[in-house]
């Protein structure tokens, strides 16, 4: 296996080169998008190019012309990612003066989108990691560190979700194992995880969330270990649309969805929504329910309760519903969301048939128990 490799969904299997571009065809709504991903790795503090003397490169690489690089193909392209899979650190004097600050402000400035560590980044060791990390504005992935009891702590991500044209990523990165390779007053503390049997879990794992695109990002070495860690992904919406029950005007509503766990196609969810009804006060839904969605269709059973003035209900009651509906990716945020609604049980009078039409944007974060 090479040792910095992306792995994808839709026949895409490794990207070793610095850009690579694929069409994407994993569900029909987001046929021949295009995604292109720039990857670099072991650029080891070469600010500047190589001299012009040097035997196999003469005047190649350095920051300068990578950017260049960088932003012409993000003018020719419209969905681009860039990542780095590590070894940013050591082998010129700008990273014995400056200790990886520098290295992290100019990746700031090209706007890599994700990163993950080599073992030369800790080469300055996990504190001085930690101090360089403070100039990073994008985030480094390490699914096989377990850094709970370093400074590293909460510094690092098991995976990160980028989205490029309405398609979701997750990126996920697996270490070498550090032992022969750095000082290990350098990662005391540290536990590496099987990288093999992390890999399979983390891959798993983002493939059941929905993803349409699952990356690799590693620097390789197969040693064994054990890993006790499960790590559950969760996604935050706010929703703000028009929601009507039949016999009854249309009124504005404001909701939170918040998508508790995912399993495949299988959603388990929690939503809330406040509505203002005209002339007739205000009214609140509170529900949780599961919803299948193998594609932008899905259908849905809510149970909860309803409380407020309008809609024929003043007190509160509880509710059940067979929802069907669609969401449909606009750009990397929003999406436009439509439903049906069906109320199967209501403990007061309650319209039996609604529908709802809205905007929904997307707020993705990961958590670790």
Known sequence: ???????????????????????????????????????????????DPFPLNHAKYPGMGGVAKRAALIEQIRREEEHVILVDSGDIFQGTPYFNRYHGELEMKLMSAMQYDVATMGNHDFDIGMEGFKNAQRFANFPFVCSNYDFKNTTLANQTLPYHIVRRGGVKIGFFGIGVNLDGLSPASCYAGMNYIDPIEQANNMFQLLVDFGFDLVGLSTDFNFTSTQNENGFTPMNLSIENGVRTYLGEDGFSNLGIAFRLYRKGMVQLRGESYWAFTDGRGAYAEGLFGLRLQPNIWFVETQVGAGAGGGINLWGAAALAFVNAGFEIPVN???????????????????????????????IPFNTQF
Do not use: C
């Open 332 to 362: 990397d945020y929003w999406d436009v969301t439509a439903r049906g609604i069906y109320n199967v049980y209501s403990s007061q009078a309650f319209p039996t048939y609604g529908w709802q039409l809205g905007m929904t944007f997307n």
């Open 1 to 47: 296996m090479n040792r910095r490799a992306f792995v994808g969904l839709a026949g895409l299997t490794s990207l070793g080169a610095l850009t690579s571009s694929f069409e994407l065809r994993s569900s029909a709504q987001r046929k021949g998008k295009k995604l292109t991903i720039l990857h670099t790795n072991d650029t080891h503090s070469n600010i």
